[in-house]
């Protein structure tokens, strides 16, 4: 913990790299006692053992999948987080260099206050929706439309007139999550793009600190291998993995790495102590 303190400290700049890890140690769980009091009534019916899974359920109905849908947005994306771990995180990076990039689609940095032209959401956002076909790059703000569904489904069914469809080619909309070869990148997403190139660009050397949060096994190559690669790139920059259960590195950069296999929430409360 003191060496990552001292790193954060030292950094001349801090790639933030951020999983599923994070969100979970801010309380958004996809099982157990959030996902059955949340979805009771789903699970009764078809036996779901997390929130994860049931999204890809075959729903018989667009009516009753955005039943499942509109419930699973607003609880994960418009409800507030139910511990303040983002905002921890904000506030051990005041006055530093930093850029963060993300796999997240929870939209939980910028409802702590990060700057927008300081992240990078790479797989979507559960706000947006998109063309599901798609005939056009293009994404639609989905808040009002998924509280009224929230609030008007009844026997897990939205109102037929709440089904989302495409204003330019009449096909069904879908989430704007990075799922399969159809997945949307609009204006903002390359925008984003651009400003994360320019500043791994900027930084190739120096006192850099990869600070890698929550970022599993499932999708390394966006984040992990990346900043083992970075680092090994330059003797002068530290890898930091702090991840629950799942804490590792390379072998080729670990006398550049500080690898803490904690809670994330509970070792950024410990690093703010020590400021």
């Keep these: 913990m003191h060496q990552l303190r001292a790193a954060i400290d030292e950094a001349d700049a801090i790639v933030v790299g951020a999983g599923a890890g994070l969100s979970t140690s801010a309380g958004f769980t996809y099982s157990g006692e959030r996902f059955e009091r949340l979805f009771d009534d789903f699970i009764a019916k078809y036996g779901f053992a997390d929130m994860y899974s049931a999204g890809f359920y075959p729903y018989a109905t667009p009516e009753e999948r955005w039943a499942f849908w509109s419930r699973y947005v607003w609880c994960n994306r418009y409800e507030p987080a ?11 990076l005041d006055g530093h260099d930093f850029f963060v990039i993300t796999t997240n689609v929870d939209h939980q940095f910028q409802k702590a206050g990060f700057p927008k032209e300081r992240l990078f959401y790479t797989q979507g956002d559960y706000g947006l929706w998109q063309c599901s076909v ?9 808040y009002e439309t998924v509280k009224r569904m929230v609030e008007e489904q009844r026997d897990m069914r939205v109102p037929t007139e709440l089904v ?5 080619c009449g096909e069904p909309m ?4 990075r799922a399969d070869d159809t997945f949307v990148e609009d204006e903002g997403w390359h925008a984003a793009a651009r400003r994360y190139t320019e500043y791994l660009t900027a930084h190739q050397t120096g006192r850099v600190l990869y600070l890698e949060l929550g970022v ?7 984040i ?4 083992w690669r970075c680092t090994y790139d330059n003797p002068d920059a530290t890898y930091a ?9 390379a072998r080729e950069i670990v006398d550049q790495s500080i690898v803490i296999d904690a809670d994330i929430d509970a070792v950024l409360d410990e690093l703010l102590e020590e400021r």
């Design 224 to 227: 992990k291998y990346p900043f």
């Design 82 to 92: 139910p511990k303040d771990t983002y905002a921890k995180l904000l506030r051990l």
């Design 241 to 249: 993995c702090v991840n629950f259960g799942q804490a590792m590195t």
């Design 174 to 177: 879908s989430m704007n999550l």
């Design 134 to 142: 798609p005939c056009h790059d293009r994404t639609y703000d989905n």
């Design 164 to 168: 989302p469809h495409c204003p330019v």
């Design 216 to 222: 599993g096994g499932n999708t390394p190559v966006i």
